[in-house]
């Protein structure tokens, strides 16, 4: 399963993973299909979301390439705004070609 399959990023209601690393072990552990992540929430400067964003998804990233489980990560936003920036943050870094971006239609 190609790594953009892996991570879901979409809008909801999640209270914040303090820990990801540890949800991140402990869905491994349990061999878990899926795990949400509960994003930290929007701030004033979209710079800061995407710091959040390029730390959240480089600890999920770099676990799933050296995992099985879990199969599927959830990273659950707050708004619309932050989904974009979430996504945004995972196409500049990982995603190698237009294929491999996570795009909910918002984009080409």
């Known amino acids: 399963m190609d790594m953009e399959e892996r991570i879901k990023i ?3 209601s999640a209270a914040l ?3 990801i690393q540890a949800a ?3 869905a491994a ?3 878990a299909e899926a795990l949400e992540i509960g994003a930290p ?3 004033e400067q979209n710079s800061d979301m ?3 964003a ?3 998804e480089n600890a999920v990233v770099n676990f799933l390439r050296k995992n099985e489980y879990p199969k599927e990560v959830s990273v659950i ?3 619309d705004r932050e989904v974009e920036i979430y996504m945004m943050a995972y196409n500049y870094w990982y995603a190698t070609e237009k294929s491999e971006r996570i795009n909910d239609g918002r984009w080409d």
């Open 29 to 31: 552990a349990d061999k």
């Open 54 to 56: 390029t730390r959240i």
């Open 41 to 43: 929430g929007e701030t």
């Open 77 to 79: 936003c707050e708004s």
């Open 17 to 19: 993973t303090e820990d």
């Open 10 to 12: 979409t809008k909801g």
């Open 24 to 26: 991140l072990e402990k």
């Open 50 to 52: 995407f710091s959040d």
